[in-house]
C-alpha cells in the first residue's frame, strides 16, 4: 500500500464519526421518546435479522471507555448526533433535560480528552409523534426542527463551535420516503422532494437560529456527494450521467449555494414548485461555514432504455456493501464542489467501509483492505488539499461497528470492532494503522512540504 508522503496543515482536523441511533442503545432511557427508526426497526421484514437499536454499542452508558479509545487514536474531533427525541420526546412542547444532560456529559468528557466535539443536529432519527402527523413531508417539521436546534445550541453552545445541521437528506428523502428502505418507510417521489425541500429549509432557519444563540459558531451541513462518471465518451451517456449528478448532488448543492433547484430535472421542478414559498430558497441559501461531504464510492452510469443505468466496472474491488473502491471518486468531488461552488472550507464528514472483519483466536481483527481503503482516500485528500481545495478536516466512518440502519449489525465499518454479545470493544488493526498516521501527522518528519507523492489509485 503506497502513502503519500504529503503533510497536511498542523490544524487540520482528524477525527472519526458516529450517528446516535447506530451507536446509543437507551432507547428507553431517561425519558427519550420514540423514533421513526424504532418503530420501523420494530416492524417484521424492514430491518435485517430483525435488528434494531434498542441497545447497539450501549454508547450511552459506555461513553466514557469510547472516549478513551479516541484519546488513544488521538483523535482532534469526534463527530456524533443527537437524538431528537431524546431531548423533545413528542418532537415538540416539553423539552427533556435528562436528555440534554447527556449530551452534555459527553461534550465535557470529549473536552476533558481535548477532544473537539462536531454534533449534527439530525442524522435521521425523527420523533416517531412528528411522523405521525406528516414527518418531514409537512412544513411543521421544519419549524420543529428549528426549536429543537434553538434548544440544543442554547445547551452546548458555550463548549461547541462547529455545528452540522442535517446529515445527507437525500437519503433520508429517497430511501425514506420514496424507495421505502429506511425509516420511516414511506414509498411516494412527491414525499420524497417534499422532505428535501422541507430538510432544507429547516437547515436555513436553523443557520440563523444557532449564529444569534452562539455568535461564533460555524455552521454547515452534511451530503452524500458521489462523482458520476460517464460509463463512455458517447453524448448519450455524458447526460446520463448529468441527470444522475444531478438527481444525487445538484438537487441539494444548487438551492444551498446559488439559490435555485436545478432546471433540467423537470419533473422534480414540477414536485417542489407548488411547496416553494416566498423566500423559502433566499433562507436556503444563507451563507454557510463549511460543507460536510460523506462519500463512499463513485457512479458509473449508461443510459439505458428507461433512463440511466449504473454499471460497474467488472475488475472493481468492492466492499460488503457492494460499493466499489474508487479513491479517485473522492478526489474528484472535493475538486467540484469546490470549483462549481466555492464553499468556504469543506470538512470530510464520513468515508470508510465495511468489510467481513472477524476476531481471530488471538484476539485480533485483521481488516487490511480498511487500511487500504482509508489510506488511498486520504491521499485523495491531500491532493485536494494540495491543489488548493479548502478541506479542514476528514473524519472515518466509523468509531465503531454499529447498527448500519437497514442492514442492522451485519455490516461492519468500525475501526473498533464490537463483539454484540459481550458489548466488548476491540480494537481493529486499522484502529492502530490510524493512530499512527494520525500521530505522524502531529510530528512531521522534517521534509519540505511539496507536491503529493504518487498517488495509489
Ligand atoms: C451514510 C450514513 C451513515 C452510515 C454510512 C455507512 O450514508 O450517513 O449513517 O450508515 O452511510
Same mark, same amino acid.
Given at each position: 500500500?503506497?502513502?503519500?508522503?504529503?503533510?497536511?496543515?498542523?490544524?487540520?482536523?482528524?477525527?472519526?464519526?458516529?450517528?446516535?441511533?447506530?451507536?446509543?442503545?437507551?432507547?428507553?432511557?431517561?425519558?427519550?421518546?420514540?423514533?421513526?427508526?424504532?418503530?420501523?426497526?420494530?416492524?417484521?421484514?424492514?430491518?435485517?435479522?430483525?435488528?434494531?437499536?434498542?441497545?447497539?454499542?450501549?454508547?450511552?452508558?459506555?461513553?466514557?471507555?469510547?472516549?478513551?479509545?479516541?484519546?488513544?487514536?488521538?483523535?482532534?474531533?469526534?463527530?456524533?448526533?443527537?437524538?431528537?427525541?431524546?431531548?423533545?420526546?413528542?418532537?415538540?412542547?416539553?423539552?427533556?433535560?435528562?436528555?440534554?444532560?447527556?449530551?452534555?456529559?459527553?461534550?465535557?468528557?470529549?473536552?476533558?480528552?481535548?477532544?473537539?466535539?462536531?454534533?449534527?443536529?439530525?442524522?435521521w432519527d425523527t420523533p416517531q409523534a412528528?411522523?405521525?402527523?406528516?414527518?418531514?413531508?409537512?412544513?411543521?417539521?421544519?419549524?420543529?426542527?428549528?426549536?429543537?436546534?434553538?434548544?440544543?445550541?442554547?445547551?452546548?453552545?458555550?463548549?461547541?463551535?462547529?455545528?452540522?445541521?442535517?446529515?445527507?437528506?437525500?437519503?433520508?428523502a429517497w430511501i425514506g420516503h420514496a424507495?421505502?428502505?429506511?425509516?420511516?418507510?414511506?414509498?411516494?417521489?412527491?414525499?420524497?422532494?417534499?422532505?428535501?425541500?422541507?430538510?432544507?429549509?429547516?437547515?436555513?432557519?436553523?443557520?440563523?437560529?444557532?449564529?444569534?444563540?452562539?455568535?461564533?459558531? #460555524? +455552521?454547515?451541513?452534511?451530503?452524500?456527494?458521489?462523482? $458520476?462518471? =460517464? !460509463?463512455?465518451?458517447?453524448? *448519450?451517456?455524458? @447526460? %446520463?450521467?448529468?441527470?444522475?449528478?444531478?438527481?444525487?448532488?445538484?438537487?441539494?448543492?444548487?438551492?444551498?449555494?446559488?439559490?435555485?433547484?436545478?432546471?433540467?430535472?423537470?419533473?422534480?421542478?414540477?414536485?417542489?414548485?407548488?411547496?416553494?414559498?416566498?423566500?423559502?430558497?433566499?433562507?436556503?441559501?444563507?451563507?454557510?461555514?463549511?460543507l460536510g461531504v460523506n462519500n463512499y464510492?463513485?457512479?458509473?452510469?449508461?443510459?439505458?432504455?428507461?433512463?440511466?443505468?449504473?454499471?460497474?466496472?467488472?475488475?472493481?474491488?468492492?466492499?460488503?456493501?457492494?460499493?466499489?473502491?474508487?479513491?479517485?471518486?473522492?478526489? #474528484? +468531488?472535493?475538486?467540484?464542489?469546490?470549483?462549481?461552488? $466555492?464553499? =468556504? !472550507?469543506?470538512?470530510?464528514? *464520513?468515508?470508510? @467501509? %465495511?468489510?467481513?472483519?472477524?476476531?481471530?483466536?488471538?484476539?485480533?481483527?485483521?481488516?487490511?483492505?480498511?487500511?487500504?481503503?482509508?489510506?488511498?482516500?486520504?491521499?485523495?485528500?491531500?491532493?485536494?488539499?494540495?491543489?488548493?481545495?479548502?478541506?479542514?478536516?476528514?473524519?472515518?466512518?466509523?468509531?465503531?461497528?454499529?447498527?448500519?440502519?437497514?442492514?442492522?449489525?451485519?455490516?461492519?465499518?468500525?475501526?473498533?470492532?464490537?463483539?454484540?454479545?459481550?458489548?466488548?470493544?476491540?480494537?481493529?488493526?486499522?484502529?492502530?494503522?490510524?493512530?499512527?498516521?494520525?500521530?505522524?501527522?502531529?510530528?512531521?518528519?522534517?521534509?519540505?512540504?511539496?507536491?503529493?507523492?504518487?498517488?495509489?489509485?
Amino acid at each position: 500500500m503506497s502513502e503519500s508522503t504529503f503533510t497536511f496543515p498542523a490544524d487540520f482536523v482528524w477525527g472519526a464519526a458516529t450517528a446516535a441511533y447506530q451507536i446509543e442503545g437507551a432507547t428507553h432511557e431517561d425519558g427519550r421518546g420514540e423514533s421513526v427508526w424504532d418503530r420501523f426497526s420494530a416492524t417484521p421484514g424492514k430491518v435485517r435479522n430483525g435488528d434494531t437499536g434498542e441497545i447497539a454499542c450501549d454508547f450511552y452508558h459506555r461513553y466514557p471507555q469510547d472516549v478513551a479509545l479516541m484519546d488513544q487514536l488521538g483523535l482532534d474531533a469526534f463527530r456524533f448526533s443527537i437524538a431528537w427525541p431524546r431531548v423533545y420526546p413528542e418532537g415538540t412542547g416539553a423539552v427533556n433535560q435528562a436528555g440534554l444532560d447527556f449530551y452534555d456529559r459527553l461534550v465535557d468528557a470529549l473536552l476533558a480528552r481535548g477532544i473537539e466535539p462536531f454534533p449534527t443536529l439530525f442524522h435521521w432519527d425523527t420523533p416517531q409523534a412528528l411522523e405521525d402527523v406528516g414527518g418531514w413531508t409537512a412544513r411543521a417539521t421544519a419549524e420543529a426542527f428549528v426549536t429543537y436546534a434553538e434548544t440544543v445550541v442554547s445547551r452546548l453552545g458555550d463548549r461547541v463551535t462547529h455545528w452540522t445541521t442535517h446529515n445527507e437528506p437525500w437519503v433520508i428523502a429517497w430511501i425514506g420516503h420514496a424507495w421505502g428502505e429506511h425509516a420511516p418507510g414511506r414509498t411516494s417521489e412527491a414525499e420524497a422532494v417534499a422532505t428535501g425541500h422541507h430538510q432544507l429549509l429547516s437547515h436555513g432557519w436553523a443557520v440563523d437560529v444557532i449564529r444569534r444563540a452562539v455568535p461564533h459558531a #460555524r +455552521v454547515g451541513i452534511t451530503l452524500n456527494l458521489s462523482q $458520476a462518471y =460517464p !460509463a463512455s465518451a458517447s453524448p *448519450e451517456d455524458e @447526460a %446520463a450521467a448529468w441527470q444522475v449528478d444531478g438527481e444525487g448532488n445538484r438537487w441539494f448543492l444548487d438551492p444551498l449555494f446559488r439559490g435555485t433547484y436545478p432546471a433540467d430535472l423537470l419533473e422534480r421542478n414540477e414536485l417542489v414548485a407548488p411547496l416553494v414559498q416566498d423566500g423559502d430558497l433566499e433562507t436556503i441559501a444563507a451563507p454557510i461555514d463549511f460543507l460536510g461531504v460523506n462519500n463512499y464510492f463513485r457512479f458509473v452510469v449508461t443510459d439505458g432504455s428507461e433512463g440511466p443505468r449504473m454499471v460497474r466496472d467488472p475488475e472493481a474491488q468492492i466492499t460488503d456493501m457492494g460499493w466499489e473502491v474508487y479513491p479517485d471518486g473522492l478526489y #474528484r +468531488v472535493l475538486t467540484r464542489v469546490s470549483a462549481d461552488y $466555492a464553499p =468556504p !472550507a469543506i470538512y470530510v464528514t *464520513e468515508n470508510g @467501509a %465495511a468489510f467481513g472483519d472477524v476476531r481471530r483466536h488471538d484476539g485480533r481483527v485483521r481488516d487490511p483492505e480498511r487500511q487500504a481503503y482509508l489510506a488511498s482516500h486520504v491521499d485523495s485528500v491531500a491532493q485536494a488539499v494540495s491543489e488548493g481545495v479548502p478541506v479542514k478536516g476528514y473524519f472515518v466512518w466509523s468509531l465503531l461497528d454499529n447498527f448500519e440502519w437497514a442492514f442492522g449489525y451485519s455490516k461492519r465499518f468500525g475501526l473498533v470492532y464490537i463483539d454484540y454479545p459481550t458489548l466488548e470493544r476491540v480494537p481493529k488493526d486499522s484502529f492502530y494503522w490510524y493512530r499512527d498516521f494520525v500521530a505522524r501527522q502531529k510530528a512531521p518528519a522534517p521534509s519540505p512540504a511539496g507536491p503529493v507523492a504518487a498517488r495509489s489509485t
